[in-house]
């Protein structure tokens, strides 16, 4: 199940993602922009993939967790919390990710009872260029009753 402490936290203004440990080793964090939960990932030299760009499969993972919390950050407050699970996620690469911060945040286009479907990008800079995108869809499930 989803940990009541993650959902908590994304209810705050900013925060750290250490409950995660991917999101630990990707030292992320978040900030809410009005209702817009975005993820954090600073610079770090063990993200590099080729030399000078970062590893896809950093970016792939910040968009995956930017996708999972906005599904966390969904759920309504007092109730019991699914498990989320990932059924699919393809990622479009647009551009090379720099040795720089990027952000990501994510925007759910279905949520059904079992079913969630998400977007997500990636950017670095400007909002208006992202370096990648993700579609994901996240299966629900909930606790017996």
């Known amino acids: 199940m989803t940990s009541p402490a993650l959902a908590t936290l994304l209810r705050q203004p900013t925060g750290r993602l250490d ?11 978040f900030e809410r922009v009005g209702e817009e939960l975005q993820l954090v990932m600073p610079f770090a030299e063990s993200l590099i993939g080729s030399p000078g760009r970062l590893h896809g499969g950093s970016i792939g993972g910040l968009l ?11 759920q309504p407050e007092g109730e019991a919390l699914p498990r989320v699970r990932p059924v699919t996620v393809t990622v479009d690469f647009m551009r090379e990710g ?4 990027t952000r990501a945040a994510a925007s759910i286009t279905k949520l059904g009872r079992r079913v969630v479907n998400v977007h997500a990008q990636a950017w670095q800079g400007s909002r208006d260029k992202p370096i990648a995108a993700a579609h994901i869809n996240f299966v629900l499930d909930w606790p017996e009753r």
């Open 98 to 101: 720099a040795t720089q911060e």
């Open 19 to 29: 409950l995660l440990p991917y999101a630990a080793l990707l030292d992320l964090s």
């Open 64 to 74: 995956e967790l930017a996708g999972l919390l906005t599904v966390i950050a969904a």
